[in-house]
């Protein structure tokens, strides 16, 4: 079965520094990853998505996530951290053959002044 | 700009009794999505649609919680009876459907069911 895993509750960095969240995914067949961010009372929002062709995908606010299909990881990136980057993340994989998309657990980014 | 409306934005009820939310997805989409958001569960996935047919409700507890589409513009999702642990919030999301196609959520239902 498909499924994805972020390992990491929470996350804190630095303003300015770079910062990582992580995601593994297992799937059979050909893996579209995805990565939503959720900031507080909103709804999720997408900000990058993975389907084929170059490993390294560019999104929104300036993030970037890194396929790597040897580890199965679709690990989420960004340069400099800024405090408006404070939010929960969520890695996630659409099921293959459906619609259907299976979120992760979700990460806690804090960025401190 | 175009987006996922949800409503009402809060509930509280008492346990027993029938909860109905609404949404309505995206003109132009023709995938919905209920999925339910606790701290325990995470982001968990009830049931979906594609134009407006059920797909998939196997995440949903079938004897007390329903979905349904009554047009294109309308998506429902019924409690009834309303427990304590259905307390979470619940949040609908559209899209156009394909592998590739990001989904639009909504801002939730925040339900606390006492």
């Known amino acids: 079965a498909q499924s994805v895993a972020q390992p990491e509750d929470q996350v804190n960095v630095a303003e300015g520094n770079p910062l990582t969240v992580k995601c593994t995914y297992s799937?059979?067949?050909?893996?579209?990853l995805f990565w939503y961010v959720q900031y507080p009372n909103r709804g999720l929002q997408f900000l990058l998505k993975y389907i084929t062709g170059d490993n390294l995908v560019k999104g929104s606010y300036g993030f970037e996530a890194e396929f790597n299909k040897s580890q199965t990881s679709f690990h989420l990136k960004k340069p400099s951290a800024l405090v408006s980057d404070s939010a929960l993340y969520f890695c996630?994989?659409?099921?293959?053959?459906?619609?259907?998309?299976?979120f992760g657990t979700g990460t806690r980014l804090q960025v401190f002044p | 700009d175009a987006r996922v409306t949800q409503t009402p934005r809060h509930k509280v009820t008492e346990m027993g009794q029938e909860v109905t939310m609404r949404c309505q997805p995206i003109?132009?989409?023709?995938?919905v999505f209920w999925y339910r958001q606790t701290m325990m569960q995470g982001l968990e996935l009830l049931a979906y649609f594609r134009n407006r047919a059920p797909l998939d409700d196997s995440g949903m507890p079938k004897d007390r919680f329903s979905a349904e589409m009554p047009d294109a513009t309308l998506a429902t999702l019924k409690i009834q009876p309303s427990e304590p642990r259905d307390s979470a919030v619940y949040f609908c999301a559209s899209g156009l459907g394909g592998i590739g196609e990001k989904l639009f959520f909504g801002s939730g239902t925040q339900l606390s069911v006492l």
């Open positions: 003109l132009g989409h023709n995938t």
């Open positions: 996630a994989v659409r099921v293959g053959g459906t619609d259907k998309l299976i």
């Open positions: 799937v059979s067949g050909n893996p579209y």
